[in-house]
């Protein structure tokens, strides 16, 4: 069944490579289908296109169909071409002409839009809550772990101090970041486009501050055209949001890589949470996490592929804008998968305590040493100098004593107010 079927059929080939793998996604968005279409139905019936009686079997039906999609019963065959054919041919079925009325005053187009709208604000609110469960982790490790020293590098060269507490706390106040991202996203998303139609309105006298209240978008995407120019723009915001996450988890991913080898050995895992080598008895490999950095790096590239698709379009629908899904839902899903098992697998983290005490890593004091001088009345310049002239020599001893006590230091973390960013970040309509 089509929902532009007028009385011909298209080639076989033409049906099989336009709907592609369509009605696999459409699945994910087969419940928001159902909201969307109650929304509209309660709307035909404010302004006397539906009856009281017509309304309350359409309510009844759609209900049904939910039921069905809850219970993963709910199927799109081959002879339909999308979720939109099937809910309205399983109204048809079971109500007749007042099934065919559901599709009075929009298009398919819309029915997309607002699909993907409420979809795309679902999963938001979930990855949202997904980071906030990882951050919580992250700043307990922080507290847990703040004393114990960890080395800083710049240029993977030896550099100065840090600590466990600081690293993990870097990567939880790195997560506030992509939670103003996703803030922003969720405010592009929760603007309602039901009753754009094809793009350009319709002549019904259609409510759609009424559609807007029934599904709880906190606005109305006013303009018919800008509402249909969301299809595309609302995917890439998205999908920059879900890469600022990925990069995060990316970058956290590279330093475990690296400090689970033998050559760093700063924190390692239980065996069950590693892999082994087919040949080499040794081997603890941080496969988790190589992982996580190689779906997070494709999750970063995502937001290019969707403008790669939807750059070059003019206003209007335009049937490119279908491919815009086959990389989004299955990215959400990927980045969901990443944020679960980092979460996982980090709280069975093992950290080593007593890094610093190893001589390679003596070099990681010399700026306390000259900042110690400077203290003590000795122009900076001359201190590093000094200093610098024991490291030449080989006559530099450190004193491995950190004393840091700016806030954001190794001293000084600022837990309390990294916890209360979050918090005021977090402060959102849902």
Known sequence: MKLWDKGFSTDKKIDLFTVGNDRELDLVLAKYDVIGSLAHAKMLHKIGLLSEEEMIQVERELAAITALIEKGEFVIEDSFEDVHSKVEFLLTEKLGDTGKKIHTARSRNDQVLVDVHLYLRDEIKEIRGMIIGFFDLLMKLSDTHKDNLLPGYTHLQVAMPSSF?????????????????????????????????????????????????????????????????????????????????????????????????????????????????????????????ELIRGKCNKIQALPFELIMISN??????????QLLKEGLIPSIQSLKSCLEMFTFALSNIEVNKNIVDQKIYDYLFTVEEVNKLVQEGVPFRDAYKIVGGKVVKGGFVPDKKVVHTHIGSVGNLGLDRIKAKMKKANIHKT
């Open 165 to 289: 507490g600081m690293w993990f706390s870097a990567y939880a106040e790195s997560l506030i970041d992509d939670i103003y991202m996703l803030n922003a996203a969720f405010r592009v998303t929760d603007q309602n486009p039901l009753g754009s139609a094809a793009g350009y309105g319709s002549s019904f006298p259609i409510d759609r501050d009424h559609t807007t209240a029934e599904m709880e978008f906190s606005e109305l995407k006013i303009n018919s055209v800008a509402a249909q120019m969301s299809r595309g723009k609302t995917e890439k915001t998205v999908a920059f949001a879900m890469s600022s996450v990925a990069a995060t988890l990316s970058k956290f991913a590279m330093d475990i890589c690296l400090y689970m080898s033998q050559n760093f050995g700063f924190v390692s895992f239980p065996d069950e949470l590693t892999t082994g080598s087919s040949i080499m008895p040794h081997k603890k490999n941080p496969d988790v996490f």
């Open 312 to 321: 070059n379009l003019p206003s209007g629908y335009h049937r490119d804008l």
